[in-house]
């Protein structure tokens, strides 16, 4: 599969505390993106960080973006009950196709 | 600025019927992506058209197919429904075609084959 791993696949922690999941992705991006998705809905989308960029702040979040392992990381600090939801990354391959990773799902317990 | 809307939010329909499903994008946007999300295989791409014209194509077989019109609402289409075909099928829109812009997300279409 194409399609980015994430991990871990659930996590829960209490309100406060930081979380902190991980994707892996198989091939050259140009940028890799992380959305958000509440039970079933929508997703929105939460910040994009450039293939030539290592780490970008946005709030809350903090994101990390290794190329060399083809890896990114999401942080979410001081959490809250309302962070909880499904985390996606997502990328787009050289062939245009566009890839959403496995999802993590968090729950933050208040 | 309105949303994403995609109707209708959720249908039954049976084996071997056809289903389309309609979406508005954001106000400007000009590209459309669509996405089907299943418990088992999670999100995936099917397409995404710019201008009316599909630019890029999904792994799903030939029973799935979609427009865009000069307005650049979008409509998909599955015919000859599986059972398999029930999933969450959201839309989302960007401002041009390219992966450097976010995707804006509609609520999505839940469609349910019995």
């Known amino acids: 599969s194409q399609q980015g791993e994430e991990d871990p696949q659930a996590l829960s922690i209490q309100e406060g505390e930081n979380a902190t999941m991980n994707c892996s992705y198989k091939t050259s991006i140009n940028n890799l993106q992380w959305y958000r998705q509440n039970s079933g809905r929508g997703l929105v989308h939460l910040i994009l960080i450039r293939s030539n960029e290592r780490e970008k702040h946005s709030g809350r979040l903090r994101v990390t973006l290794d190329t060399s392992k083809k890896s990114s990381s999401l942080l979410i600090t001081a959490s809250r009950a309302a962070d909880t939801a499904s985390y996606f990354c997502a990328t787009r391959d050289t062939g245009n196709q566009f890839y959403f990773g496995t999802g993590t799902s968090l729950t933050v317990i208040p | 600025k309105a949303g994403v809307t995609q109707t209708p939010r959720y249908l039954i329909k049976t084996r071997g019927q056809q289903v389309t499903l309609s979406c508005s994008p954001i106000s400007g946007h000009r590209s459309v992506s669509w996405y089907q999300q299943t418990p088992g295989q999670g999100l995936q791409f099917l397409f995404e058209?710019?201008?009316?014209?599909?630019?890029n194509k999904g792994n799903f077989p030939g029973r799935f197919s979609g427009r865009q019109f000069s307005n650049s609402r979008s409509e998909m289409n599955v015919s000859t429904l599986e059972l398999g075909d029930s999933a969450l099928y959201l839309c989302?829109?960007?401002?041009?075609?390219?992966?450097?812009?976010?995707?804006?997300f509609g609520p999505g279409t839940r469609l349910t084959v019995t």
């Open positions: 058209y710019f201008s009316e014209t599909q630019r």
């Open positions: 989302a829109s960007s401002l041009v075609l390219g992966d450097s812009y976010e995707q804006y």
